[in-house]
Structures are given as C-alpha cells and as structure tokens.
C-alpha cells in the first residue's frame, strides 16, 4: 500500500516551532503531490498561530533533505494528458511562492542532496543551512527541463554569471559555493544539528538568527568564487552557442568539463534556461519568475522534452536521450519567444486568492 501523504512527510509542533520532516528517505525524500498539499496546509495553519513563533524544514535519514520532485509520478501520469503535471506543478510552485513571503522565519536545514524540488522547498526560506554534507543543484537541463520552483529567481540573483553557469551546466554546489551563490546562508555542521533544532524549539532561546550564528561556523572558500573570472568571461556571452564557443576555445580543464557537460543537455532546454535566467534578473517579483517557469515546465511536458530525459535518465536509464530538436543550431529564436509567451489566459499560473 502506497503511504498516505501524512507519512511521507511528518508535520507537528514541538515548542515555539512548527516542524515539518520529508519522510521518503528511500526516495530521497522525492516530493510527491501529497506531500506538497501537506505542507501548504501546515503553513497555512501556522501562518496566524501565535504559538507557531517559526518554521524548522528538515529530512529524515542522513542522505538529503530532497532530491527534486518525483517526476516518475510525472512521467507516468503522461497517458492522460498535461491535467496531473499542471496541477502538481501548480500546487508545488504556489506552495513556492508561499513560503518566499512566510511571515514568520522559515529554517530549512539543507543537508546531504537539495536538488530542484528540494530547492523550492528550501532556498527561498529566511535562515537556509548548508552541512559539509550538503549538495545542492538544479540539474533539470539534463532531463528536457529548466530550474524551476524558483530557480530561475534564485539562479538570476547569483553573483556573476554564477547562476547561468549552473543553471545551464546543473553543476552541485557544497556548502562553500551554495552561500557564495545565494541558495544559502550559514554552514552548520552536521553533527550539530540535533542541537540546532534544540535550540530553535525551545521558547526560552531567543532569536533565530542569534541560535543560529552560535553553532555557524566558516564553509571554507567557495570553488565558484575563485573561478568568477573564468565564469563570466565565458557564461556572459549572448547565445548558448558562443558560450560553448568560449568554452572550447580554453585550454583550461575546468573549460573543458563545463563544455562537454553542456553537450549532454537538452539544446532547447539550455536556450530556454539561458533566456528564462537572464529575464529573471529583471522581475520583480518571486511570483513572476514562477509563472514563467510554468509556462516552460507544461510546454516541455506537452512536447515530450520531459518526458523523454525522464525516460533516458530515470525510467529505461539508457543515458541516450533522443532530444527535439538534436542541435542548438534548430532551436531557433522563434521557438524560444514561442515557448516564453504567455499561455491561454485561463491556463496562466495564478496567485490571487491562494494565502496572498
């Protein structure tokens, strides 16, 4: 028998906090649909609970908070039609949204793997900690999709050409280059974590981000901030194309793996991910980069992108993702402006009345 929602992830007050545990440690705590409804109704119910002083986000096991959302689920669900991947990522990304304006600190303890889903669930909090365990990605151009759940916000925010770069690329992040890059806040080590979580229960330990500076310590240098140089210098460029340009044209090893990680992704899904990046960076709002994102996510699930990397990389695992178009060269302007405009006007991803 399948678990119920309230198995796969544990909600429950303990103290002043309002905890909320992802409980698929086999799955690595993947994000199912049920999940996403139990925890928008926890924060909803805490929202204006005056015992509930803040939000501790954590996962069970010792391997990740969450590695993304099931998209197994997803690709499954593809005989009837986009109707469960709209909602799924219409509920996920409201619940995205969410927690960006959570009117109280929102902690969220990214430990071991954080990848696409677990992102949204994590990096747009208040107080985000990383552990010499942590890795964080958004590795979705690698499955025929773009970072999602906020990503496209996060990835436009990062110092640099940072976020093309991993965007792009879906490269992980430890704990040094997850703070550089603006997915987290303070590094903890793992073994002071049950402490942590002590102390943020208890009423009596003051502020959350005092509790939390008494165990921080330093992450070490960030890998992406000693490289900035060589990452803008060839991440800046207008076109995917001349970035690989770039890339080739460097004798540098790092050059070279960066360059032969893009030639394992999706053509259109790189253009679309370097377009969607760059437009975020002049929204205003969380929001709006999510509706984009939506318009992206639902348009490569109807063209089959989707489901084919699921199909490559997760179900048969052949590795050979036959991609449409095959060359960047064929994913052309016009299909990119197709892809970003809005949809019907009854299909947008909408917030208003949604706990705005």
Known sequence: ?????????????????????????????????????????????WKNDPAVELVLLDGAGDRGL????????????RMGGTAYARSFWRDEYRLNALIGRYPKPYVAIMDGIVMGGGIGLSAHGTHRIVTERSQLAMPETGIG?????????????????????????????????????????????SAALPALADRLCDPAAGAVGAVIGGLAQTPGVSGLARRRDDIDRAFARDTVDAIIAALESSP??????????????????????????????????LDDALRLEYRLTVRLFED???????????????????????????????LVERYLAPLAATEELTFEGHDR
């Open 145 to 189: 999709l773009i970072p999602d759940v906020g990503g496209t916000w996060l990835l436009g925010r990062a110092p640099g050409e940072a976020g093309i770069y991993l965007g792009l690329t879906g490269e992980s992040m430890g704990p040094a280059d997850a703070i550089h890059a603006g997915f987290a806040d303070s590094y903890v080590p």
């Open 252 to 285: 540098d090893e790092w050059a070279t793996k960066a360059g032969a990680a893009l030639a394992r992704k999706s053509p259109k899904s790189l253009k679309l991910t370097l377009a969607a990046v760059r437009r975020a960076r002049h929204l205003r709002r």
């Open 1 to 45: 028998m399948k678990p119920a929602a309230s198995d796969e992830v544990l909600t429950r007050r303990e103290g002043r906090a309002g905890r909320i545990t992802m409980n698929r440690p086999k799955a690595l705590n993947a994000l199912t649909h049920g999940m996403v409804r139990r925890i928008w109704d926890a924060l909803a119910a």
């Open 66 to 77: 969450c590695a993304g959302g099931d998209v197994r689920s997803l690709y499954e669900s």
């Open 304 to 334: 089959g992108e989707f489901l084919e990397g699921v199909r490559a990389q997760i179900i048969d695992k052949d590795r050979k993702p036959k991609w449409s178009p095959p060359a960047l060269a064929d994913v052309t302007h016009d």
